[in-house]
């Protein structure tokens, strides 16, 4: 068998949300068990006795699976997610490293740090807003933060560097959630 350079599968459910990444071998096995089907292949070819497949780059599941359902995390690389990366004031789409999060009621006044007070901003907005509440601030929230029932593919742990091209379409997080992931306010 060739040896391959590109030994990393992208697993999603049947509605094309990413679950996991499993190895190109694991990819090659759901696959002939039926479990999946291939949805996009590197250009690397795995040569057996009798058969050439390419190597899986993106696989799906073929039934639909009914996932445990954790709590989404409460952290900030979550609630940026939640907020789709953008400030919550002016709207603008920021990176990790650009975006701050904001007590909509300030700390001073009693605001909780959770879901339904905390939001993603921009250091702009948030040396703005300083330590007023929106409509003293006269900042209008662009959505009412709430706690998420879901987050998409936010356990799948890659590095921007390291994305193959096949997966870019399903996976929405790079990057910076290697080093944020699971940092919890404090
Ligand atoms: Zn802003």
Known sequence: MQQVDTTRTLLLTQGYEPIKIVSWQRAITLWSLDKVDIVDEYDAEIRAVSFVVRVPAV??????????????????????????????????????????????????????TSWDNIVSCCYACNAHKA???????????????????????????????????AWRDYVYWTGEIDHDEGTDLV
Request: positive net charge; contains cysteine; hydrophobic residues 35%.
């Open 59 to 112: 696989i799906r599941l073929r039934k639909a699976v009914r996932r445990h359902v954790k709590p989404v995390k409460f952290s900030r690389v979550n609630i940026y997610a939640r907020d789709g990366h953008r400030c919550q004031y002016c709207g603008v789409k920021c990176t990790i490293s650009e975006l701050t999060y904001d007590h909509v009621v300030p700390r001073s006044r009693g605001g909780a």
């Open 131 to 165: 330590n007023r509440t929106p409509a003293e601030a006269k900042m209008k929230l662009r959505s009412i933060p709430t706690r998420p029932t879901w987050m998409p593919a936010v356990q799948i742990r890659v590095s921007a560097q390291s994305v193959p091209d």
